[in-house]
């Protein structure tokens, strides 16, 4: 008998046919999100080099004492604003976005629009 496979396994198969498609460069890097049941994490990549140019979560100190809550679509717009902040501080106005084999809605979603809202451009 053929087992389910689970969501986790799933997404995780769905953004290695993304990452396949498209990749960051030194001019347009690659904005990744990714999701837990706690908190929402952006990094912006150079995929060339392999390197993170710019890094924004609710882990960090800053956004706990911002937030009321870290896993909800307000916290995800609250990331998204702050890395568009940080990248524009460095010189990155483009982007490509990768959403991490997540659906576009809710909280990815949030993230998007904040960061679009705040300056980036995809």
């Keep these: 008998m053929v ?7 799933i997404r ?10 498209f990749a960051g460069t030194a001019e ?9 049941n706690n908190h929402m994490y952006a990094q ?6 392999g390197n993170t140019l710019v890094y924004a979560s609710t882990v ?7 937030l009321e809550k ?5 916290a995800a717009a609250y990331v998204g604003t ?3 902040k940080r990248a524009l501080e460095k010189g990155i106005k483009n982007v490509v976005f990768d959403r991490g084999g997540f659906i576009y809605q809710g909280k990815v979603q949030a993230l998007a ?3 679009r809202e705040a300056g980036l451009e995809f």
């Design 60 to 66: 960090e100190k800053e956004a706990k004492a911002e």
């Design 12 to 21: 995780a198969k769905k953004h290695a046919r993304l990452r396949n498609r």
């Design 28 to 36: 347009r890097p690659r904005l990744a999100v990714f999701r837990s």
């Design 44 to 49: 912006i990549i150079d995929d060339t080099v």
């Design 82 to 84: 702050l890395i568009a």
């Design 3 to 9: 087992s389910k496979q689970s969501r986790s396994e």
């Design 113 to 115: 629009d904040a960061a």
């Design 70 to 74: 870290t896993n909800d679509v307000a």
